[in-house]
């Protein structure tokens, strides 16, 4: 069983950062790609960035603040965020596109962590 535990958020004022890690365990033979979501109150969920082997990806609202890094040796990534603004608040999730090992074949997944609350106010 793959899990993802996100961890480092918190309450920040206007201007501030925050670095939010994703790690990975499990029998992982390969992370095809990750990103981060975020959901804020009486919003859809909302694809924040994306990172696989042809780059980077973001959404225009974080694009400059925003970055996204992994490291595939150790199954974790990162989302560091600059610039914060209160409508950056939202609970963030991290995303894996994920090759698990099983007993006689792999198996390629779709894995979500359980979220981390960022709160961006003064």
């Known amino acids: 069983q793959v899990r993802l535990v996100e961890s480092g958020g918190g309450s920040v004022q206007p201007g501030g950062s925050l670095r939010l890690s994703c790690v990975a365990s499990?029998?992982?033979?390969?992370?095809?790609?990750m990103g981060w979501y975020r959901q804020a109150p009486g919003k859809q969920r909302e694809l924040v960035a994306n990172?696989?082997?042809?780059?980077?990806d973001y959404v225009d609202s974080v694009k400059g603040r925003f970055t996204i890094s992994r490291d595939n040796a150790k199954n974790t990534g990162s989302l560091q965020m600059d610039s914060l603004q209160p409508e950056d608040t939202a609970v963030y999730f991290c995303?894996?596109?994920?090759?698990?090992?099983?007993?006689?074949?792999?198996?390629?997944?779709?894995?979500w962590g359980q979220g981390t609350q960022v709160t961006v106010s003064s």
């Open positions: 995303n894996a596109d994920v090759v698990e090992i099983r007993t006689t074949f792999m198996k390629r997944t779709d894995v």
């Open positions: 499990g029998s992982i033979f390969r992370i095809n790609a």
């Open positions: 990172i696989t082997s042809g780059g980077a």
